[in-house]
């Protein structure tokens, strides 16, 4: 391992994997180097962790969990199972399981709800959290730094929304206050959609998808706000600007405890459920608030880890005691190497993939077929909004941001491409059903999930098929190829 060149020599390659390897600078998290520090004498192997016999189970399964296209195929089972209940004799005892009231009573406070509103409202809370999460990150040390790209993406977004409530708004008669439901994109099913595909696509339109995705879920958000709403509290909403407020304080003193955070957002997540406003809300707002900014350097980290290795040599005359609080105090400051955003984003996106999202696709994606109306405006405008409006406004909007010049096209990403990724838009299905539940009234329920599950199964197929006959011919490199840097209109 060669060492670094002066003591005082900067550190610019470290993040990724708990501050010990990280991106160079502009490339992707594969595009890794050892963590600089004074010459090691030991061979290669003994530089490694040692591997347990229990690591050759779960090493495979941590690998797997890490891909989208599995949080994909986890989604779509669960959907299955669910309309699979829904649809067989041990549907009414199905649909009982998830309006069960669960919670507890606390003087002349109420905390009782169904399953499934606990789910949509408070588990699905983590997955908004998460998405203002990896929406910050981007925009301050992702891609989306590049601001013609984020417009694009935004832009594209944008059209992702106008177009299809428009067409809603035409052709859905009286249930025209549902439009909010063609206006979102399934991010775990739009993503994995591509990752299916492989090397064959190209980076700059995965990046493309998921920021697109990313705009899409925070417009989600504040349709839910505007258009979903109940009467507001203000008296509530004074109590979420002072938690609000009070986390930032937090933040601002250096507190580093999560449960103490935790506490802190279930106090918002209270009064902001009972303002009117959906408490969903809580996970977007704290999300970015999260700070960016790591708080142990990497000229920090190197002097830690270097003091705790020369405490451990042979012959220094440390005592075992301080030794080990060495690396103890070395455990610490690999954690603390990462920011708040990215320990939280590692910490949740498993859950949320793997537990959060199909708890909701089982509560909430069944649709009794054998009931559908298949003459019900509700299913054919909702099919129409977001199987052809979709693409259609991601595609129009996106050229005219480039057009006027707001925004640039990155190499790679041609116009066909580009086309087909608007068909993907069209998956709404989490956000889709997640909107549904506070657009319908209980009566119409069914045929708007049967819609949007007919739309979403349409644009996977018809997405995957277009981008499928668009490289087929063609050898793009790999996501791990790096970032995107050349653009062009």
Same mark, same amino acid.
């Given at each position: =391992? @060669?060492? $670094? ?10 993040? &990724? ?13 594969? &595009? ?6 004074? $010459? ?6 003994? @530089? ?19 891909? #989208? ?30 309006? %069960? ?22 588990? =699905? ?48 008669? &009286? ?9 979102? %994109? ?43 709403? #109940? ?32 506490? $802190? ?31 142990? %350097?990497?000229?920090k980290l190197r002097a830690i880890f270097t003091r705790a290795l ?10 075992? @005691? ?9 455990? %610490? ?9 990215? @320990?939280?984003?590692?910490?949740? #996106? ?30 054919? $405008? ?108």
């Open positions: =391992m @060669q060492e $670094s060149g002066s003591p005082n020599e900067p550190i610019s390659r470290w993040e &990724d994997d708990g501050g010990m390897t990280a991106a160079s600078p502009g490339g992707s998290p594969g &595009d890794s180097d050892p963590m600089p520090r004074p $010459s090691d004498p030991h061979p290669k192997g003994h @530089q490694d962790l040692p591997f347990g016999r229990l690591d050759w189970v779960t090493a495979p399964f941590a690998r797997f969990f890490r891909i #989208h296209a599995i949080a994909a195929a986890v989604l779509l089972l669960a959907a299955v199972i669910a309309l699979a209940f829904t649809n067989s004799v041990w549907s009414a005892w199905y649909q009982s399981l998830w309006n %069960t009231s669960a919670g507890f009573v606390f003087g002349s406070a109420d905390f009782t709800r169904p399953l499934r509103g606990w789910i949509t409202d408070g588990l =699905m809370t983590l997955f908004f959290f998460v998405v203002a999460l990896e929406l910050k990150r981007e925009l301050v040390q992702g891609e989306l730094r590049n601001v013609r790209f984020a417009m694009l993406s935004l832009f594209g977004a944008l059209g992702g929304m106008v177009v299809p409530a428009g067409l809603f708004l035409l052709l859905a008669g &009286d249930a025209r206050a549902a439009w909010g439901t063609v206006t979102a %994109t399934d991010t775990a099913f739009a993503v994995g959609c591509l990752a299916v595909l492989g090397s064959r696509i190209p980076p700059s339109l995965r990046l493309f998808v998921l920021s697109l995705a990313i705009f899409d879920d925070i417009g989600a958000i504040l349709v839910i706000a505007i258009g979903y709403g #109940h009467g507001v509290n203000w008296n509530a909403i004074a109590w979420v600007g002072i938690g609000l407020l009070s986390t930032m304080g937090m933040a601002r003193l250096g507190v580093r405890s999560i449960p103490i955070y935790f506490a $802190s957002g279930l106090g918002i997540w209270y009064f902001w459920d009972r303002s009117g406003i959906h408490p969903t809300l809580t996970g977007v707002a704290l999300g970015l608030m999260t700070p960016t900014t790591r708080w142990v %350097t990497p000229l020369n405490q451990s040599d042979v012959g220094t005359g440390d005592s075992p @005691q301080s030794q080990r609080e060495g690396f103890r105090r070395a455990h %610490t400051a690999v954690r603390e190497s990462r920011s708040p955003v990215e @320990q939280l984003e590692w910490m949740l #996106h498993p859950w949320v993939a793997f537990a959060v999202l199909p708890l909701f696709a089982l509560a909430n994606a069944g649709a009794v077929i054998r009931d559908v109306d298949l003459s019900s405006p509700i299913i054919s $405008s909702t099919a129409v909004a977001l199987v052809i409006g979709k693409p259609v406004g991601v595609f129009v909007l996106s050229w005219l941001a480039i057009r006027v010049g707001i925004a640039r096209r990155p190499s790679g990403l041609t116009w066909p491409l580009l086309g087909a990724c608007g068909m993907l838009t069209g998956i709404g299905f989490t956000m889709s059903l997640f909107i549904a539940e506070l657009a319908y009234p209980p009566a119409a329920l069914n045929d708007a999930r049967f819609g949007i599950l007919l739309a979403s199964v349409v644009s996977a197929v018809a997405g995957i098929g277009l981008l499928l006959v668009l490289t087929r011919s063609r050898g793009v490199p790999s996501i791990a190829a790096g970032p995107v840097q050349e653009v062009h209109r």
